[in-house]
């Protein structure tokens, strides 16, 4: 199940590749795992998958424990200041980075550590008064500002779109971000690269490609609806 729902994740990956010229290569696909089972990460890595995404910390360190060490974990969800050190040295990405003090505290553990951390910057492209992230003027006053840090790189920019019925709704979202990271990716600030864009869910990640995402994060379109209990 697992391994055809990824199979058909990938030809629609390819499709919208090939219909704006792009190469596949240049898209990755990370596996949104949050609430699943073990098993079914297993799956998934069986079926090739070495991208997984999780949004609360535990949870991610629980499974980087028991999964390969060959798998890149994408911290995806919310990130309080005092778990950041559960993280550092297991997350290949932090792609939900909202403020200069998250950025601090990640900086001082990676120094900490001796290791270095890639983060990206989430914005709320949309304005969305539910969501976390920055608006457009406020991405690139934080990076100013997190660039100088030690241990830390931003690599790019991350947002969650609006869930809407027709996938068309956010394209100009995806857009804006692309020209948000154009913008910043011309200032040439130091430690700063704009080579990730993290953009697209199952609901909207063809549209996300054709507008320029690399890395796209899939839950329900491999693994299926989630359930949540009330714990
Ligand atoms: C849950 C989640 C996803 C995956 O959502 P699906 O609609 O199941 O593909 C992607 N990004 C973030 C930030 C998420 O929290």
């Known amino acids: 199940m697992i391994q055809e729902n990824i199979k058909a994740v990938q030809e629609n990956i390819a499709n919208a590749c090939a219909k704006v010229s792009r190469l596949g290569k240049d898209v990755n696909l990370i596996a949104v795992s949050k609430t699943k089972p073990l098993e079914l990460l297993q799956e998934a890595y069986a079926a090739g998958c070495r991208d997984f995404g999780e949004n609360k910390v535990q949870e991610l360190v629980d499974k980087y424990e028991a999964m390969p060490k060959d798998i890149r ?20 990405l932090i792609h939900s980075v909202d403020s200069y003090r998250l950025a601090e505290e990640i900086s001082k553990e990676a120094v900490k550590k001796g290791v270095s951390v890639n983060i ?15 608006s457009c003027p ?15 790189f931003v690599k790019g920019l991350m947002t969650v779109a609006p869930y809407v019925e027709n996938s068309e709704e956010n394209r100009q979202h995806f857009v804006n971000l692309r020209k948000l990271s154009v913008d910043i ?5 130091d430690n700063v690269s704009m080579d990730i864009l993290s953009m697209g869910m199952t609901g ?25 209990s009330i714990s």
């Open 73 to 92: 974990w994408h911290m995806i969800g919310h990130l309080q200041r005092n778990k950041v050190k559960y993280l550092v040295g297991k997350v290949w």
């Open 120 to 134: 990206l910057i989430e914005v709320n492209v949309a304005e969305e008064e539910s969501k976390f992230g920055l």
């Open 138 to 152: 406020e991405t690139i006053d934080l990076i100013k500002k997190i660039a100088v840090l030690p241990g830390i």
């Open 185 to 189: 990716k011309k200032q040439n600030i």
């Open 204 to 228: 909207d990640y063809m549209v996300a490609i054709e507008e320029g995402a690399t890395h796209v994060r899939v839950g329900t379109g491999i693994f299926g609806e989630r359930t949540y």
